[in-house]
């Protein structure tokens, strides 16, 4: 992500995340920036935490809420996948060019991309009712488990039996 021109620094990220912990904050992104105020107060810092440095943080999470608003809140099951496909498609940064990482990773990246329009897909052919945003995760999650962690079948490994079938089971 970018704010105020620049790329979000984990930096920012750690100031806001020690910000919101220390106000115990529960809100939405939407009012990070009032808890980083109310935190700082007047004091450019606190300890080794800069206001600054949470202040882009808090703003960053804001953009992400709002850009993030259809997968949320969307009418359509669909449309609430598309929705963090293109957020991840728009804020994708290509991995440095090493070789066998970055082919991995841009791999991965392609893979999950594809399940998300799959999914996107299936639901359009299927059922495209809107969801709450947790189910609409949970589907994504047994999407991309089902496509990219498919276990080895075959005869070995553990069997369960119970106190019978083991006396009977012959190895």
């Known amino acids: 992500l970018d704010v105020d021109g620049q790329a979000l620094a984990a930096a920012d990220v750690a100031a806001l ?11 939405e992104a939407d009012s990070y920036a009032s808890e980083v105020a109310a935190y700082f107060q007047e004091r ?30 969307g009418d359509r099951a669909s449309a609430q996948v598309r929705a963090l496909a293109a957020f991840l498609r728009r804020h994708e940064r290509p991995a440095a060019s090493d070789g066998d990482m970055h082919d991995r990773q841009h791999r991965a990246r392609a893979a999950v991309l594809a399940v998300l ?55």
């Open 117 to 171: 329009d799959e999914l996107a897909s299936a639901f359009e052919r299927h059922d495209d009712a809107a969801r709450p945003h947790a189910a609409i995760t949970a589907a994504i999650h047994h999407a991309i488990e089902a496509r990219t962690f498919s276990p080895t079948r075959g005869a070995g490994g553990v069997q369960l039996v119970d106190a019978v079938a083991a006396r009977q089971r012959v190895v």
């Open 17 to 27: 995340d020690v910000a919101l912990s220390e106000r115990r904050a529960t809100g």
């Open 44 to 73: 450019p810092h606190r300890g080794r935490v800069s206001r600054d440095a949470a202040a882009r943080g808090a703003r960053a999470a804001a953009a992400v809420r709002e850009a993030l608003a259809a997968f949320r809140t």
